[in-house]
């Protein structure tokens, strides 16, 4: 199949290219730094950024929301959203 976007250079702006689940760990971050978070069922979120800072709670996210959130860690204590992806 064609891929006429094949040369074009990627970036955080540029559409995903792959999705991983994500399993919400207190302890590990994500294997790698996404461009966004794509939250199949929605509730809360408790998330901490790229490049550390506080964890921050995201509230009655909806289904099927994509966050355009650079997350290091989707921590489990206090995140009940779920079937969330890690797109990069």
Known sequence: MADQFSETAD?????????????????????????????????DLVLRGAGGGDDSVWKNVEDGSILPF???????????AADILALY
């Open 70 to 80: 650079r997350a290091e860690y989707v921590r489990a204590s206090g995140t009940t």
């Open 11 to 43: 970036s955080v702006a540029a559409p995903a290219r792959r999705a991983v689940a994500v399993a919400p760990s207190d302890s590990e971050p994500l294997a790698e730094i996404p461009k966004a978070l794509f939250v199949g069922t929605g509730g």
